[in-house]
């Protein structure tokens, strides 16, 4: 197939997107619009794009005026009569995307492939719509196309085989990177991000999180580029429950169904960035500057106890690292141990850290030595005795958390604060163990806890309001960033993660696409750091297991059991990169 001149059936935004693709990849492109309004807004979008080109420095004026050359607008389906290519780029309504491939079939030439870009809509049932269901394809580009490198390349089930291998050639002419895949709901990218989002959403509807911290949470906590809800106000609303619906209606899955604030919001005309306010509200239609951003956290710090003493309990990585961020804040650290060589080798832990960032050049030699200077490593739980606030951060197993919370009641200061950095375990467990509830905490620090910024203030029914607020501003003060929620498994980012990656499981144990190509699709459709696979090995496939089996057994919801192929590996020994196995073979 030798494809010079490409159709574009609807210039809006992802239209004109794909459009200007093509341009600048050295296609002749004919873009059709439903009048000559919706030209006008077509060309004003590409005018914007190639100007913000221009402006970044990524085109030239000439470059500019080159591309734009290449393309054409027309309000007539029949201007694309002889073109090699179309593709549509419609409205997210399957009754439109059929009528529109049912005209173009009695136009253009036998032998051209068509190609929807529906981001969530059955490819079969929109080809059965024209005399040539075997050079229909899906061709999903991502928003905005002129940026992001990923296209998802749909066959359906009567799609011709070399059709597919044409269209994967021509999207690496345009500079892409193509993952071929099977007609399902959503397809990668979209299967895989909607449910995390709508998840999101219904957090937020039942006031569990703020908008700010769910979306520092995925933030600072997963180093996404966005948080769920400013990137849904991105896409737009009504987009995301369109696809939503789109996908609930082929999976059955309760989790795809939208979530009622979804309806209410686009109901009251609130779509996101497009039409000025979303889950925010912005400058102006189509603006990017959040206007009413919370500038400062709605804690009252006022009431907020004072902590100066700091003691740890644990050696791992994760207590040595807390151990750490307290000390180098200036301070005084009690590191508590089952034995003393267990406490020298986790201060000596902390000089290793410490020594890598004076060789980064991060700390200065001389703050190095002040540092392990302010740790003191004890075996006794009595030397706790006289700190303002203790963290806990022994192993994610409830009766060793139990046994360690009633020791620490028994020697701890009245009015000192007792917290753990349980990542999935009740924090009202912890403090049941106590004779002072009230002064139990949840501080979920992450992994590596110098380098994360992110520390979730999980409070219990039971907690006190000041110690909330001394939880917070003791996170601020050693430079971290707290996000709050309530005592419920998996608290904000586990909860949000984890199904996230189960799902990536099931659909690489239904074969509906490889690692490879789902990693990919995260990567490169989404912006995420690493994909599911990547990122469950490094996390462990025991630890994601157990934590994927809390949230099932804390919500009882289908959609969290477990992937039998996670549970498989694990039975086979197979935790990721700790074993050099896992979803992926690792050499040493």
Do not use: W
Request: some cysteine; glycine content about 8%; aromatic content about 6%.
């Amino acid at each position: 197939m030798v494809i010079t001149s490409v159709g574009v059936v609807g210039v809006g935004t992802m239209g004109s997107g794909i459009a200007e693709v093509l341009a600048r990849s050295g296609f002749d492109v004919i873009g059709v619009e439903i009048d000559e309004a919706g030209v006008a807004r077509g060309r004003g979008h590409l005018e914007h794009s190639t100007a913000r080109a221009v402006a970044g420095g990524k085109l030239d004026e000439a470059g500019r005026a080159e591309l734009l050359g290449r393309i054409t607008l027309a309000t007539a389906l029949s201007e694309l009569a002889e073109v090699d290519f179309v593709i549509e780029a419609v409205p997210e309504s399957l009754e439109l995307k059929a009528e529109v491939f049912a005209q173009l079939d009695k136009i253009v030439k036998p032998e051209t492939v068509f190609a929807s870009n529906t981001s969530s809509l059955s490819v079969t049932a929109i080809g059965v719509h024209t005399a040539r269901p075997g050079k229909v394809v899906g061709m999903h580009f991502f928003n905005p196309a002129p940026v992001l490198n990923l296209v998802e390349i749909v066959r359906t089930v009567v799609t011709e085989p070399e059709v597919i291998a044409e269209v994967v050639a021509f999207a690496g002419r345009l500079g892409k990177t193509p993952v071929v895949i099977g007609d399902r709901a959503g397809f990668i990218a979209n299967a895989l991000l909607f449910g995390y989002l709508n998840h999101a959403v219904r957090m937020f509807e039942q006031r569990y999180a703020t908008r700010e911290d769910l979306d520092a949470a995925m933030r600072f906590g997963c180093g996404y580029p966005m948080g769920p809800l400013a990137l849904l106000d991105l896409i737009g609303l009504d987009t995301a429950y369109e696809i939503l619906d789109s996908m609930y209606h082929q999976s059955r899955n309760r989790l795809h169904a939208p979530a009622p604030l979804l309806k209410q919001m686009i109901t009251a005309g609130l779509l996101g960035r497009k039409s000025g306010r979303g889950f925010y509200a912005y400058e102006s239609p189509d603006s990017p500057v959040v206007v009413d951003a919370a500038t400062s956290s709605t804690v009252d710090v006022s009431t907020a106890r004072e902590v100066r003493r700091v003691g740890v309990v644990g050696t791992g990585t994760m207590a040595t690292g807390i151990a750490e961020v307290f000390a180098k804040k200036g301070h005084a650290v009690v590191l508590r141990a089952r034995s003393a060589e267990k406490a020298e080798a986790a201060v000596a832990k902390v000089g290793k850290s410490v020594g890598r960032a004076v060789r980064k050049g991060k700390l200065p030699e001389s703050e190095a030595a002040a540092v392990l200077a302010r740790i003191r490593p004890v075996v006794d739980f009595a030397e706790l005795s006289e700190v303002d606030l203790v963290v806990e951060a022994v192993a994610e197993e409830l009766p060793v958390k139990r046994e360690v919370f009633a020791a620490l009641d028994a020697v701890v200061r009245p009015g000192a604060i007792l917290a753990t950095t349980t990542s999935s375990l009740p924090v009202i467990e912890c403090a049941a163990a106590t004779g002072r509830p009230a002064d139990v905490v949840g501080l979920h620090f992450f992994n590596p806890a110098p380098v994360m910024k992110l520390v979730e203030v999980v409070a219990t029914i039971a907690t006190a309001p000041d110690v909330v607020a001394t939880a917070h501003a003791v996170c601020a003060a050693v430079g971290k960033h707290p996000v709050h929620c309530s005592d419920r498994a998996g608290f904000i980012v586990n909860a949000l993660l984890f199904p996230y990656l189960n799902d990536a499981v099931k659909m690489l144990e239904a074969h509906y696409a490889q690692a490879d190509d789902i990693d990919t699709a995260m990567k490169v459709g989404c912006g995420l750091p690493m994909g599911p696979f990547e990122l469950l090995d490094v996390v462990g496939l025991d630890v994601s297991l157990a934590i994927q089996r809390t949230l099932y057994n804390e919500f009882r919801e289908a959609g969290f059991a477990p992937a039998p192929l996670l549970e498989h590996l694990v039975t086979a020994g197979r935790f990721g990169r700790k074993t050099g196995k896992g979803f992926r073979d690792y050499t040493a």
